[in-house]
Nanobody
């Protein structure tokens, strides 16, 4: 069982930056693939980024590639999402997720087993 708690959301102007963090409980954090998703009002939850157990492999949605960076610290059981050059269309609730099993470029919500409660990111234009 893994419990996830996101933090770091807020209001930022277009072009600005935010850093989201996700703190995980549980002794097996390092064995999970970790991902970030987001959901805007009236839209489906969409994949943002994922990282493997060691942090050596990452994968991004095309819409955030080059602007967002996912990282993890297994010693602290945290995963972060550095978001730069933010746009109004990045506005959404951002969710942290943990998935069991081997690394692959898993982009579907059903491929993850545990979810946080979400943190709101609002980008003003």
């Amino acid at each position: 069982q893994v419990q996830l708690v996101e933090s770091g959301g807020g209001l930022v102007q277009a072009g600005g930056s935010l850093r989201l963090s996700c703190a995980a409980s549980g002794r097996t954090f390092s064995s999970y693939v970790m991902g970030w998703f987001r959901q805007a009002p009236g839209k489906e939850r969409e994949f943002v980024a994922a990282i493997n157990w060691s942090g050596g492999s990452t994968y991004y949605a095309d819409s955030v590639k080059g602007r967002f960076t996912i990282s993890r610290d297994n010693a602290k059981s945290t995963v972060n999402l550095q978001m730069n050059s933010l746009k109004a269309e990045d506005t959404a609730v951002y969710y942290c997720a943990a998935g069991r099993g081997a690394w692959n470029t898993r982009t579907l919500p059903r491929e993850y087993n545990y979810w946080g409660q979400g943190t709101q990111v609002t980008v003003s234009s």
